[in-house]
């Protein structure tokens, strides 16, 4: 039985890691988290509880630049959960999120997993990023997408 999509509580840390390392299977986004929170560069952390174990997980931390934006990464989904539309449950409800606050957000990802959210990759296509513009994908309330340097925490370097 799948629960609200609600912030993560102090004490699941452990929990939220186990389930990164196996979702992505290994341990470079569990160091990210780890170092994102060491920094206080984590601006907020959901999670899908199922069952008794947390099924679902998405952080999302404070860009250097622009000023005021957010990065969404990492999202997960316990393998054993899955095709069974609980990514794009989460990542409704922070679309709806975004909305509501007008909040500015970056990801690195498929393009066919958050275009069908809302997120633009077209819109993203003129950002000056250290990562491939193809994968990197906007969502908020520009309607015109500008030319822009995007910074991100230094915690993100070597992943």
């Given at each position: 039985m799948l629960d609200f999509v609600r912030p993560m509580k102090a004490g699941e840390e452990a929990e939220v890691s186990a389930l990164l390392e196996v979702a992505f299977g290994g341990?470079?986004?569990?160091?990210?988290?780890?170092?994102?929170?060491?920094?206080?560069?984590?601006a907020g952390e959901m999670v899908l509880p199922a069952g008794g174990v947390l099924a679902g997980y998405y952080a999302l931390s404070y860009m250097v630049a622009p000023k005021g934006w957010l990065c969404l990464a990492p999202v997960a989904v316990a393998p054993d959960w899955q095709g069974k539309g609980l990514g794009r449950r989460m990542m409704g409800q922070l679309v709806a999120w975004a909305e509501a606050t007008r909040a500015e957000i970056v990801v690195l990802g498929r393009s066919d997993l958050y275009e069908g959210v809302g997120f633009s990759r077209a819109k993203a296509e003129l950002f000056e990023t250290p990562y491939p513009v193809e994968h990197t994908m906007y969502y908020g309330p520009k309607s015109e997408a500008k030319a822009l340097k995007l910074g991100y925490h230094k915690a993100f370097e070597g992943v």
């Amino acid at each position: 039985m799948l629960d609200f999509v609600r912030p993560m509580k102090a004490g699941e840390e452990a929990e939220v890691s186990a389930l990164l390392e196996v979702a992505f299977g290994g341990t470079d986004e569990v160091r990210l988290v780890e170092r994102l929170r060491k920094a206080g560069a984590i601006a907020g952390e959901m999670v899908l509880p199922a069952g008794g174990v947390l099924a679902g997980y998405y952080a999302l931390s404070y860009m250097v630049a622009p000023k005021g934006w957010l990065c969404l990464a990492p999202v997960a989904v316990a393998p054993d959960w899955q095709g069974k539309g609980l990514g794009r449950r989460m990542m409704g409800q922070l679309v709806a999120w975004a909305e509501a606050t007008r909040a500015e957000i970056v990801v690195l990802g498929r393009s066919d997993l958050y275009e069908g959210v809302g997120f633009s990759r077209a819109k993203a296509e003129l950002f000056e990023t250290p990562y491939p513009v193809e994968h990197t994908m906007y969502y908020g309330p520009k309607s015109e997408a500008k030319a822009l340097k995007l910074g991100y925490h230094k915690a993100f370097e070597g992943v």
